[in-house]
């Protein structure tokens, strides 16, 4: 009659570690879950930073070209300010009616228009000259464009980048972009390393 107790009362005692180490693998794979997702969104975050910086720095830089921003509504609806827009060199006599030509205002000075090529011409010292207009604009631009002036011709364009190609660009470019490369791939491998950790752990415990 004494013993039957006494094993009762082991038996209760047992109990909560019993319900202690049911409840723990839950709680383990919504950490482990959290920690995948955090990978992910890592993941994507530096796809997206390697690819504005193929599209901004490396392509342009491969063919010679310049990673320009629309400033003005000139050549609206079609590239509104904000776009991002690719120039890359293109010699005089290809150059065609239609294209969006880029152009110095002013010989050998760094300002620049890119505006539609509706005419194209030579001059009478022999010279290609191109007459101009902005998609948005009445008239058309008051001077021809001289070969000397060709910057070159629209590659490719990316809405709304042009302000982060604006805000990140010069001397601040080279800084930010390779930082912001370490710094996603450190935090991608961090959580990585936490997550498989944390599934040897509760593979132990599960045990």
Do not use: C
Not at 53 to 77: K, N
Not at 158 to 169: D, E, K, R, T
């Amino acid at each position: 009659m004494t013993g039957a107790p006494a094993v009762a009362e082991a038996r209760h005692r047992a109990t909560p570690p019993a319900r202690h180490r049911a409840e723990g693998p839950a709680g383990q794979g919504s950490r482990s879950l959290l920690h995948y997702l955090g990978v992910a969104l890592s993941a994507a975050s530096l796809v997206l930073v390697l690819m504005l910086a193929v599209l901004t720095i490396l392509l342009p830089l491969l063919v010679g070209g310049r990673a320009l921003t629309v400033l003005t509504s000139s050549m609206e609806p079609g590239f509104p300010p904000g776009t991002l827009v690719v120039v890359r060199p293109m010699p005089a006599q290809e150059i065609r009616l239609g294209d969006v030509l880029t152009y110095q205002i002013e010989s050998g000075k760094p300002g620049v228009v890119s505006h539609r090529v509706v005419e194209k011409s030579t001059s009478t010292r022999g010279e290609i000259e191109f007459v101009t207009k902005g998609d948005n604009n009445d008239a058309v631009d008051e001077k021809p464009v001289r070969e000397v002036q060709v910057v070159g011709t629209l590659w490719y364009s990316i809405p709304l980048l042009g302000w982060v190609n604006q805000a990140v660009n010069g001397e601040a470019r080279s800084a930010i972009v390779p930082v912001a490369v370490t710094l996603l791939f450190g935090y991608a491998g961090w959580m990585l390393v936490s997550a498989v950790v944390d599934r040897r752990k509760e593979g132990r415990r599960s045990r």
